[in-house]
């Protein structure tokens, strides 16, 4: 079957005419696609376990940093601070468990979602990080490179938020570790604030990630929402489900359709 197009302008409108279709219902695009199946099982429920980790380590931490309501009665009475810090790490606790399963997945996983994935930094990945953010800017998202999996600016970001993860988890249990000097924690991170110039500075930097994770959350929750609709990626569909349709006649950056071979991150 060939594919037909739709009266939107296919699947890649321009900005102009988005604007002008914006918040009208969508046709359905009919025609031949092919499932590719990107994320497996232990990856998407990680994701799904980091992301309601991340919500409850960002609630609580606030208010552990800063109290921003207080009750009334004997502090023993609620124990809200108690509550509040138990929250946090127990979530801490469980995000560093799921980063352990993500670390042994860099290597047991698909090329979608192994350790070379992570950095896209062949030139012809650069080139195509740069012409994704000027589509970005432009709307012109038909000069945009196709990728099945993340696009190079996409796995950069992510790439990004492992690193501010593992560093929060590093201020985490250095702050954690001063309330027991004798303790395990305090002994395994007490190096950190040594090399960063001191407590504060690991306070600091621990609470400037958070605010990173606050603008970080709404601008994929915006980008991945985007891909769908803009590109009709199937991007929130894929990390429910694992996988995505896509048009067999398009050309991807990261999979040959045709011989059934993924090319995540080419080197050329």
């Not at 499932?35 to 309601?52: F, K, N, Q, S």
């Not at 009475?77 to 509040?84: I, R, V």
């Not at 201020?171 to 001063?178: D, I, V």
Request: charged share 15%.
């Amino acid at each position: 079957m060939s594919k037909v197009s739709n009266e939107v302008g296919a699947r890649h409108p321009p900005g102009a005419r988005y604007l002008q279709e914006f918040g009208k219902a969508v046709p359905r695009e009919r025609g031949d696609f092919t499932w590719v199946y990107l994320w497996g099982a232990p990856l998407r429920i990680m994701h799904w376990i980091a992301a309601l980790c991340i919500v409850a380590l960002v609630i609580s931490g606030l208010y552990v940093g800063r109290p921003y309501f207080a009750t009334t009665g004997e502090a023993s009475s609620h124990f809200l601070m108690g509550k509040f810090r138990f929250v946090h790490f127990t979530a801490a606790a469980v995000i560093v468990m799921t980063g352990i399963v993500r670390v042994y997945w860099l290597f047991a996983g698909n090329a979608f979602e192994r350790f070379p994935a992570l950095f896209p930094m062949s030139p012809r990945n650069m080139q195509s990080m740069f012409k994704v953010m000027r589509t970005y800017f432009n709307f012109q998202t038909q000069e945009q490179p196709h990728f099945v999996g993340h696009n190079p600016l996409a796995q950069w970001a992510y790439t990004s938020v492992y690193l501010m993860m593992t560093i929060m988890v590093i201020t985490g249990f250095t702050l954690y570790g001063q309330s027991a000097p004798t303790g395990f924690f305090y002994h395994l991170f007490g190096w950190v604030p040594g090399l960063m110039g001191g407590l504060q500075i690991v306070r600091l930097v621990h609470h400037a990630l958070t605010w990173a994770f606050l603008i970080f959350v709404p601008i994929h929750i915006y980008l991945a929402i985007r891909a769908d609709y803009v590109e009709r990626a199937g991007i929130v569909s894929s990390i429910i489900t694992g996988g995505r349709f896509v048009a067999s006649d398009d050309e991807f950056e990261d999979i040959d359709l045709a011989a059934g071979k993924s090319r995540p991150w080419p080197k050329e």
